[in-house]
């Protein structure tokens, strides 16, 4: 049976399956983070470190998954990647202390920052443009769909079995997807003499790390915090060092040189300011419904569980708005409705369960409109030999603009206590989207694809 299955199907199972693991991991332990505290004995503060060592690692990981891949094989990088994550996610189970999990999330980190720029180009490679927009019900739910669905499953295993379970989950279902990858997918080596970008390297792992652990520091601690003054300029400064040696450079690191690409330099900078708006709004919510408003985590859970199912709605529409409308009036209008949306969630109050539930729904719609639409149009004049360096720069991008919107929350949140607090800070990812709408507008119009595909034929 596993023989009939064709090259292209086999990478789409295992974008989803490893991508679906990775995005829902970013916000699953949110709400587990008050029940690691109490086992551990340690205070709720502390924990910030497990989100901390992850996403520093992820960060740092990310900028060297485009050499691996064209160096190595993106079938064998890969899924040496998600291996590494699966380790992780069971290691992460077994914590007996605080540091034992922080590690195992740091190596989590390490594998996820290598899997997912990997995936994203073992699909587009697998994929020509004229087909991409047929992906798009693949391409959503994970990058879109997992995050909203972490905090509901977080929130049920923190209340009806252990916090374990939020990394447990991860091991059966990811040995599986590592079976079927190393029996189905096919290897690609771009270039096995491609060299070693080391100065390009010993200045993005630090620049991106110091710059994230930048991020979490104001987020935990506000903008006073001296680790966060002290690593963000560093990390600033090594970050500007790496620009110039990158244009230099022949072989780069992080092939900056893309970002002359109208379609591709537009497209990802629209997803930081999605993304950026959509993590802020989703850090803010869970904790204005369950601090300001008085719900559970559980609830609160519950109430963000219908931005799935618009994202799943806007997977299945998206591929006749595109050839309706186009690309940029289906950004602009969709940029333009999610920032409508977070809005609105400043409408809800105490007890508004199904308000909530609907602003939530329409949420998802228009942000999965937007991701979807975006993530196509980036690479569609992207070559084939280039696609791995433009996703490693589009996965940064990704991890930087989430982190900048929790960051941003958790700055609004630190100065403004109660809930006019969280009503800014609503607004202030409102202000993300309504900038992502203003810079879709110029996005040059392509031809609309009009020819019927069947995915994985």
Not at 147 to 161: H, I, K, M, R, S
Not at 204 to 222: D, K, N, W
Not at 330 to 350: E, H, K, R, Y
Request: aromatic share 10%; with cysteine; net charge positive.
């Amino acid at each position: 049976m596993l023989r009939q299955v064709s090259p292209q199907v086999a990478v789409c199972v295992c974008y989803v399956a490893a991508m679906f693991m990775n995005g829902m991991d970013a916000t699953i332990v949110n709400v587990a983070l008050p029940a690691i505290a109490d086992e551990f004995a340690v205070p709720a503060s502390t924990t910030s470190a497990v989100n901390v060592g992850y996403l520093v690692s992820l960060a740092v990981c990310i900028p060297v998954s485009g050499w691996l891949g064209d160096r190595f094989g993106t079938k064998r990088v890969f899924l040496g990647a998600f291996g590494m994550f699966v380790l992780a996610s069971a290691l992460c189970g077994l914590a007996t202390d605080l540091t034992q999990l922080t590690l195992a999330r740091v190596l989590q980190g390490a594998g996820g920052g290598v899997m997912s720029p990997v995936a994203l180009t073992m699909l587009f490679r697998a994929y020509p443009p004229e087909q991409r927009i047929r992906l798009s019900r693949v391409l959503l739910l994970p990058t879109a769909v997992a995050p909203a669905l972490g905090p509901v499953l977080g929130g049920f295993f923190v209340e009806n079995f252990t916090w374990r379970w939020g990394f447990y989950v991860n091991v059966p279902v990811g040995v599986l997807a590592l079976v079927f990858g190393a029996l189905l997918l096919v290897e690609h080596v771009e270039a096995r003499e491609k060299r070693f970008d080391a100065l390009g390297f010993a200045l993005a792992a630090p620049g991106l790390g110091l710059v994230m652990y930048a991020l979490e520091s104001v987020a935990q601690a506000g903008p006073g915090s001296p680790h966060f003054w002290a690593s963000g300029i560093a990390g600033l400064v090594c970050l500007g060092l790496l620009v110039r040696t990158q244009l230099r450079a022949r072989e780069p690191m992080l092939d900056l040189r893309l970002f002359g690409d109208a379609s591709f330099r537009r497209a990802s900078g629209i997803l930081f300011l999605c993304v950026a708006g959509f993590l802020g709004t989703l850090y803010g919510f869970t904790l204005m419904f369950q601090e300001g408003l008085g719900a559970s985590a559980w609830e609160t859970g519950l109430v963000t569980l219908p931005k799935a199912i618009g994202l799943m709605i806007a997977s299945q529409l998206i591929g006749w708005a595109h050839r309706r409308f186009g690309p940029r009036r289906v950004i602009a209008t969709a940029m333009f409705g999610a920032a409508v949306s977070f809005a609105l969630l400043n409408a809800i109050s105490a007890g508004d369960f199904w308000f909530a539930a609907f602003v939530q729904l329409l949420t998802g719609f228009f942000v999965g409109a937007a991701s979807a639409e975006l993530q196509v149009i980036a690479f569609t004049t992207i070559s084939a030999s280039a696609t791995g360096g433009a996703s490693t720069l589009f996965n940064v991008q990704r991890q930087v603009g989430s982190a900048l919107g929790v960051a941003l929350t958790a700055c609004v949140l630190a100065g403004a206590p109660g809930l006019g607090g969280y009503h800014l800070a609503m607004l202030v990812s409102a202000g993300f989207a309504l900038v992502g709408m203003l810079l879709a507008v110029r996005i040059k119009e392509i031809a609309p694809v009009r020819q019927p595909v069947a995915v994985g034929r």
